[in-house]
């Protein structure tokens, strides 16, 4: 059913016209329950969305949506593993995969979760064996460094993990090549040892052209190194469900880690697809990632929709994309363990909800997922905030912030919480023509300087966001957090009813890709190229791409 | 005077609704010329902007546009000196920084050149004392690593200048810290040695906050482990003009980089700022990247508007943005080297083109500077590149892609190669209807199945790009690239008629922090604030955060 259709979405349009006059200066000072009314803890996360463009009425409306909408129908779908993936025929249990309950997890009747737990130990087995230094690489040296060769979901989610649980990252380094651009593996593997490191070849099909191209590079630098054909099996492992050739690329069977088509990329972490994880921060870590992220699964499957972060989440979305206009939503980590939390967004959101074409198969007939992006605070205060503030659009943001920091140091902290609360402040109540005048005015400015600088100084406010306060930026809490979004996206997607769980958009460029590539190999130029691809083709070669070789 | 009341605005509202109903593909079909047309060398960059939602007569309207709104003027305007900062009464000289030739760049008459040289032979003294050797620190030991603390444009400019000329990156490592969030240093600190280490502390005035605070904890951690207090002389440089307060942090004179009024944060690299640039890779390529710019700035300064780079993609951004409603772009660079460009981009542009009041203190009547976001490539294809190809929202996007590459290694780069080009080409032409439903044929589908999916494997097409193709990631290349963008904000800027320059969107937050923080340093809860950020402290508080001491 299309959105636009049901009787939720024209009262909310009729809604949006009221709020629209209102300004959230007002909003607070007229109604002192708002922050109460407006927030809400659950599964160690805490959500203050007050500061939004809403009223009493909004939520309920918005909640109506959901529920005209089907998104509870549709969410017990997807926990009770039927095929909601309708273009690919899957199901779709990322859930199972952190499920810590006693609870079977059915697939056409089968349950996954033993399947599930004998990865897990498998994953243990081998982590325990490598930070103790039990497994060692070809000449008996302990390995000090994992390299994880994989790209999108099998890249992005790792990478951000690893990164943000730099705290806990106890035994080795991990490092993380994804593009084909040589540059990327050449620079890391400048950096190890070919006796002490751990490759770990991610690719579902062990056909991801640039992860097999990475892997056998890899490799080739490897066996230049150590000489012996054998070493190989020591220092790779993969996750991917092709044995044959994972064999074939010599990698032996039990370095093998499986993984099941009810597991999209984007939601892979929680899977084999997190061993560089298990490895950095041990399993027992990860094991507690995968605990934070199930305590979100149960909030989400059980909490009222009025009630539910990421229900509450995805309806606020869904109200500024489509009643208010918002092309963006800018995610904006307030700690520097959290540099890759965007990044990783965009594929699960923009992958996800990408799309234009719903369940019936017709265009949409509204707007669905947006760009997200973001830097984290307080560095982007220094760079783009300027256009949060005053630039003519504005885009509704997360504020994500830890209440303890790992690395406690002098006032740092304080001025970090400080910074990020007052930014959510600036943006909401913004500064009026007046203060400006009156602040300019004790300044000793008058007259004509005074009036032609004010009208820059303002701030408009009533800009929206909402903030997420974590503890501490432990496992738990970022198995919770990434869980969050991954339901928030799952909630917007089921509204508008698209297929979340494809990726078909991305099958055209590689299509394309393959041609070009021949006319690289072959220094042509193929005459059924529009003139724009002749043409770039043809400057390559004059500004010293050398055809056939490069 | 606003754009929107130049005839040539109205024009092009008239010409947009003649090209709106019109596809890329038929462009390309019905004129062969179109790619020798669009497309474009100069300063060593190639442009191809041939798959742009434009025909022969948009660059016209568009030319007509630019001279309307005085682009020509503005432009000589500003490289004459003239105070077009106009809120801040500041001339823009970042081109002076940079200018090789033997013109002289007066500011009230004073030619500015003499300083510019002189501060170039002193960073070359200093960058060649270090990477030499004959500059020790305290131990007496050579320095390994340095260690720029900075933000916003003291930061961003040089890490992503020196992340992108890794290659040449042959002495010293470089470090960039500036959160002020613990753990950006404190994770930093870890992996150097007291003994061998610079610090540079860039921040014009000495007193920003996060910079001041990382620069202390610095100190602090540096005598803790050297001892002597005549240490810091040795291990730190700053890049300021208050001499005052960097000789009371224990920076001798000589070892203080002086940057003028006339340089802004985010075009500052050219200036001392990229002291860290020119340690990493010498002082001759530092020239060298200045060179690159400098090109640039000729080509910018001479080339007829309709032949002029930073011109074309200005007036281009102008077209998407308020003629086809676009709130974002995207930059792509295939080149791993490039990660950061993105986020250098974020402020070039959003800090400058982020506003919402002209040069006549009015409220802009059309949108003015875009949401700017982008990955390096390939990886954004296994990301967000669905949302491009399939998104309900299209996103004008610029791929920017080295012919040659400094790790060339089997086929990577070929690939590379292949898949920039494929990319642009798919996002240009789309796939049919037709042509998704003979491909599902051919694979055996018929009837109801094929029906179900091939709307979902359909491209709409006709989604614009440009494709900047550089020879190589060299010096040169990256000063004219970075030279490009800073012209193009500035094209941008000059139409839609805002003080590029200036920043007063930064300073409310700044402002609000500091009544924060005073309520974290004493633990308590202000009736002053508005009920959510009074209810924010007391989460924090409950979740942890140490009142008084965090």
Known sequence: MPPTTLPAWQALLAHQREVAPLHLRDLFARDPQRFDRFSLEAAGLFLDYSKNLITAQTLPLLCRLAQEAGVTRKRDAMLAGE????????????????????????????????????????????????????????????????????????????????????????????????????????????????????????????????????????????????????????????????LQATAAFGIPPERVFAFWDWVGGRYSLWSAIGLPIALYIGMDRFEALLAGAHAMDEHFATAPPERNLPVILGLLGVWYIDFWGAGSHAVLPYDQGLLRFAPYLQQLDMESNGKRIDSAGSEAAQHTGPVVWGEPGTNGQHAFFQHLHQGTRWTPADFIVPARSHYPLGEHHAMLLANC?????????????????????????????????????????????????????????????????????????????????????????KQLAGRILDDLRAGTVSPAHDASTAGLLHALTRAGSAPGST
């Open 83 to 242: 095929r909601i993936n309708f273009t690919e025929n899957r199901a779709v249990l990322h859930t199972a995969l952190r499920n810590r309950s006693a609870r079977p997890v059915p697939v056409d009747g089968q349950d996954v979760m033993p399947e599930v737990r004998r990865v897990l130990a498998q994953m243990r087995e081998f982590a325990e064996g490598v930070r103790s230094g039990a497994l060692r690489g070809h000449t008996g040296k302990p390995y000090t460094d994992v390299v994880n060769i994989g790209i999108g979901g099998s890249d992005l989610g790792p990478q951000m993990v690893c990164e943000a649980l730099e705290p806990y990252g106890d035994r080795l380094r991990a490092h993380f090549v994804s593009n084909v651009d040589g540059a990327h593996l050449a620079r890391t593997l400048k950096r190890l040892d070919p006796q002490t490191v751990l490759f770990i070849v991610a690719s579902k099909t062990f056909t991801t052209q640039e992860t097999l191209a990475n892997a056998r590079s890899a490799r080739a630098w490897l066996q230049e190194r150590l000489g012996a054909e054998s070493a190989v099996g020591r220092h790779f492992a993969a996750v991917s469900t092709n």
């Open 421 to 509: 609360l007052a930014q959510t402040q600036a943006l909401m109540l913004g500064k009026t023509r007046e203060q400006v005048r009156a602040e300019l005015a004790a300044q000793g400015l008058d007259g004509d300087a005074l009036a032609r600088l004010a009208p820059h100084k303002e701030f408009p406010g009533n800009r929206p966001s909402n903030t997420i306060v974590l503890p501490q930026l432990t496992p738990a809490a970022l198995g919770s957090l990434i869980a969050l979004y991954e339901h928030k996206v799952f909630v917007q997607g089921a509204i508008w009813d698209v297929n979340s769980f494809d990726q078909w958009g991305v099958e055209l460029g």
